[in-house]
């Protein structure tokens, strides 16, 4: 089992910036990728960024790219997702995921934290 603890959401204006952290506990931090999701009101859950087990490779969504950076600190077992230039539109819950690098499903999830950007 791998234990996730998002902090770091809140209320930002537009254009304006924040940090998310995830702290992972219970199993090899860097043996799993790691992800940031996030559902909008009324939306599904969707990828935001993933990162994997080394911090090597990162993917983002066309709808953050540029704006957001994901980064992974295996020594304290924590993941971030810096995000700039906020839009409404990031308004959601942000999930931390994490998946055993051999798979394809992320597996376990945090319980969320809230952004809400005002224009």
């Known amino acids: 089992q791998v234990q996730l603890v998002e902090s770091g959401g809140g209320l930002v204006q537009a254009g304006g910036s924040l940090r998310l952290s995830c702290a992972a506990s219970?199993?090899?931090?860097?043996?799993?990728?790691m992800a940031w999701f996030r559902r909008a009101p009324g939306k599904e859950r969707v990828v935001v960024a993933t990162?994997?087990?080394?911090?090597?490779?990162?993917y983002y969504s066309e709808a953050v790219k540029g704006r957001f950076t994901i980064s992974r600190d295996n020594a304290k077992n924590t993941v971030d997702l810096q995000m700039n230039s906020l839009k409404p539109e990031d308004t959601a819950v942000y999930y931390c995921?994490?998946?055993?690098?051999?798979?394809?499903?992320?597996?376990?999830w945090g319980q969320g934290t809230q952004v809400t950007v005002s224009s």
């Open positions: 990162i994997n087990w080394s911090g090597g490779g990162t």
């Open positions: 995921a994490a998946r055993p690098k051999v798979l394809t499903t992320w597996e376990y």
């Open positions: 219970g199993r090899t931090f860097s043996n799993y990728d």
